[in-house]
């Protein structure tokens, strides 16, 4: 017999971090125990994490469907896969913590070579919007930190010093010796968006994400028909769990890569669906995290190295809060890693 319980943690940035959306200080996250009364040594943990204004489940009811789940825990097969379909941060945390349990409940839920601290991740640096000189440090950090796949957020200010920065980058790393990647968030209009592509394909770009709001599927297939840079769907997929339904959008919109975040999508299966369906277009595709404290990122990372994908992943989210649950995991040399050697605390989880 099952039990469960969640606890609730808000996560703070060590600085506030700027997205098209906004400036973003903090966020909550839900961590979701199980066992088995018969075993309650072993607990499963996973994190159900919410980003305002992004993910679907972000409603007033969210706490609500958390408990129901819980009080209904050991009906968790309807729940996996049909009874969260409009809540997939909680399936996601759902399908974490019974995997967790599966494995002996010490957070090991795909032993690897990464949790053996053998091989590392290769992950891209991630550059918050903000000032122009706020930005231009931050990459100046993530290149004497090792980094050679750099991400910036970009259409929060002006376009042209967006561009004059991403200019200065060039004129030190060709393409050769540091993939930049850009992301919109939405930030461009279907019309404004072709010439914008135009000017960023000049600087040298690996790709752009989600360059004009999400549900336009007609305007992003034109644009990604036409583009000389490729497009990366990210905000695209959340939202879609039928198979029918991505088959769809992929076949309509027709992308160059999709952004594959299991806390935003449903979790492990309907990620490796998003991920198998793309291949079959030779649509290419990474993992993100999506803002995750160390229980989801950790459980995406460990999912993620077994996929064998050698493109740099956005993994890197771990370290820009101050108050995270302290784990294994450490990044070295632009990758990360799992030292099987440092210990979990959990005590904020279980009030040890």
Same mark, same amino acid.
């Given at each position: 017999?099952?039990?469960? /319980?969640?606890?609730?943690?808000?996560?703070?940035?060590?600085?506030?971090?700027?997205?098209?959306?906004?400036?973003?200080?903090?966020?909550?996250?839900?961590?979701?125990?199980?066992?088995?009364?018969? &075993?309650?040594?072993?607990?499963?943990?996973?994190?159900?994490?919410?980003?305002?204004?992004?993910?679907?489940?972000?409603?007033?009811?969210?706490? &609500?469907?958390?408990?129901?789940?819980?009080?209904?825990?050991?009906?968790?097969?309807? +729940?996996?896969?049909?009874?969260?379909?409009?809540?997939?941060?909680?399936?996601?945390?759902?399908?974490?913590?019974?995997?967790?349990?599966?494995?002996?409940?010490?957070?090991?839920?795909?032993?690897?070579?990464?949790?053996?601290?053998? /091989?590392?991740?290769?992950?891209?640096?991630?550059? +918050? $919007?903000?000032?122009?000189?706020? $930005?231009?440090?931050?990459?100046?950090?993530?290149?004497?930190?090792?980094?050679?796949?750099?991400?910036?957020?970009?259409?929060?200010?002006?376009?042209?010093?967006?561009?004059?920065?991403?200019?200065?980058?060039?004129?030190?790393?060709?393409?050769?010796?540091?993939?930049?990647?850009?992301?919109?968030?939405?930030?461009?209009?279907?019309?404004?968006?072709?010439?914008?592509?135009?000017?960023?394909?000049?600087?040298?770009?690996?790709?752009?994400? !989600?360059?004009?709001?999400?549900?336009?599927?007609?305007?992003?297939?034109?644009?990604?028909?036409?583009?000389?840079?490729?497009?990366?769907?990210?905000?695209?997929?959340?939202?879609?769990?039928?198979?029918?339904?991505?088959?769809? $959008?992929?076949?309509?919109?027709?992308?160059?890569?999709?952004?594959?975040?299991?806390?935003?999508?449903?979790?492990?299966?309907?990620?490796?669906?998003?991920?198998?369906? %793309?291949?079959?277009?030779?649509?290419?595709?990474?993992?993100?995290?999506?803002?995750?404290?160390?229980?989801?990122?950790?459980?995406?990372? !460990?999912? %993620?190295?077994?996929?064998?994908?050698? $493109?740099?992943?956005?993994?890197?989210?771990?370290?820009?809060?101050?108050?995270?649950?302290? /784990?294994?995991?450490?990044?070295?040399? %632009?990758?990360?890693?799992?030292?099987?050697?440092?210990?979990?605390?959990?005590?904020?989880?279980?009030?040890?």
């Amino acid at each position: 017999m099952l039990t469960g /319980s969640f606890v609730k943690h808000r996560l703070h940035f060590k600085q506030p971090s700027g997205t098209s959306r906004g400036i973003l200080t903090g966020k909550n996250s839900w961590y979701l125990v199980i066992y088995d009364s018969e &075993n309650p040594g072993i607990k499963g943990v996973g994190e159900c994490s919410i980003i305002t204004g992004l993910s679907i489940d972000d409603l007033p009811g969210f706490e &609500n469907k958390l408990k129901k789940v819980i009080s209904d825990i050991n009906n968790y097969s309807y +729940w996996l896969n049909e009874g969260l379909t409009d809540f997939p941060a909680i399936r996601f945390g759902l399908e974490t913590a019974l995997k967790d349990i599966e494995t002996g409940g010490r957070r090991l839920l795909f032993p690897s070579g990464f949790t053996e601290n053998i /091989s590392g991740i290769p992950i891209n640096g991630l550059v +918050w $919007m903000g000032s122009y000189d706020f $930005m231009r440090k931050q990459i100046i950090e993530k290149i004497n930190a090792g980094f050679r796949c750099i991400k910036l957020k970009i259409g929060a200010i002006n376009f042209e010093d967006e561009l004059k920065l991403l200019k200065l980058i060039r004129t030190d790393f060709n393409e050769n010796e540091l993939e930049l990647r850009v992301d919109a968030n939405g930030a461009f209009s279907p019309e404004e968006a072709p010439e914008k592509l135009k000017r960023l394909d000049k600087i040298g770009l690996h790709s752009i994400e !989600q360059p004009i709001r999400a549900g336009q599927w007609e305007e992003l297939a034109k644009l990604c028909e036409t583009t000389p840079l490729p497009i990366a769907l990210d905000e695209e997929l959340i939202g879609i769990s039928d198979k029918n339904k991505i088959i769809k $959008m992929l076949e309509t919109i027709r992308p160059q890569y999709i952004i594959v975040k299991p806390g935003l999508l449903g979790g492990f299966r309907e990620s490796e669906i998003f991920i198998a369906e %793309a291949e079959k277009r030779s649509i290419g595709w990474w993992v993100t995290s999506a803002l995750e404290g160390n229980i989801g990122l950790n459980a995406i990372a !460990q999912w %993620a190295f077994t996929l064998d994908n050698p $493109m740099p992943q956005g993994l890197g989210t771990g370290q820009v809060f101050s108050d995270n649950i302290p /784990s294994p995991l450490y990044i070295r040399n %632009a990758a990360l890693w799992y030292d099987p050697e440092k210990k979990w605390n959990l005590s904020h989880i279980f009030h040890e």
